[in-house]
């Protein structure tokens, strides 16, 4: 069952993000915590109703964490990593998300659904496009590829990583 985020799930979603984080390990629990709320936390606070959970009716299997425009996220939130290369695409893809299944709950669709969730409800408000950055290297890609994301930018970072803009236009019937 999807359904949308609740203060209780909180404690769920922190462990099935650091689950699927490539962080591991960090100098102090204060930073720990401000991993969390750059990546995960402003979203359940500020957008909570862009956000959705996937449950089983005990635990949670997943999360869609999202707000539906990123000018609106940069003026209440702190841009994460990478997201400021890609500005020139916001208009066109102006929603953005983070998501991420349990370990043992991938690759039996439960991420797709959160997708066509969010979709609905970008259709219902009538917001243009949706957007993820990732790594290109990332085997994620393949995920989002087959859930149409099929407009793709790369971009070398300052530090010489390469980040990747997806995007997916949200067609309106």
Request: proline share 3%.
């Given at each position: 069952?999807i ?8 404690e769920q979603?922190r462990s ?14 204060q ?6 709320q ?5 979203y359940?606070?500020?957008f ?6 996937a ?11 999202s707000?539906?425009?990123?000018d ?26 983070h ?26 408000e ?12 990332n ?5 989002y ?6 407009f793709?930018?790369?971009?070398l ?13 949200v067609?309106?019937?």
């Open positions: 069952m359904r949308l985020y609740t203060i209780d799930d909180e979603i099935i993000f650091f689950d699927n984080s490539v962080v591991r390990n960090f100098s102090s629990s930073k720990k915590e401000a991993f969390f750059n990546w995960c936390g402003q359940l606070k500020l909570a109703s862009w956000c959705w959970v449950s089983d009716g005990k635990e949670i299997l997943g999360y869609l964490i707000c539906p425009d990123m609106l996220f940069q003026s209440q939130c702190q841009l994460n990593p990478g997201q400021q290369y890609f500005s020139h695409l916001w208009q066109k893809f102006p929603a953005h998300f998501i991420n299944c349990s370990l043992n709950s991938q690759g039996r669709g439960i991420g797709s659904q959160l997708i066509k969730q969010i979709e609905t409800r970008l259709k219902s009538k917001i243009p496009g949706v957007h993820l950055i990732t790594d290109p290297a085997r994620n890609i393949n995920f590829g087959k859930n149409d994301f099929d793709r930018e790369v971009k970072t300052e530090s010489g990583d390469q980040i990747m803009f997806m995007g997916k236009e067609k309106f019937s």
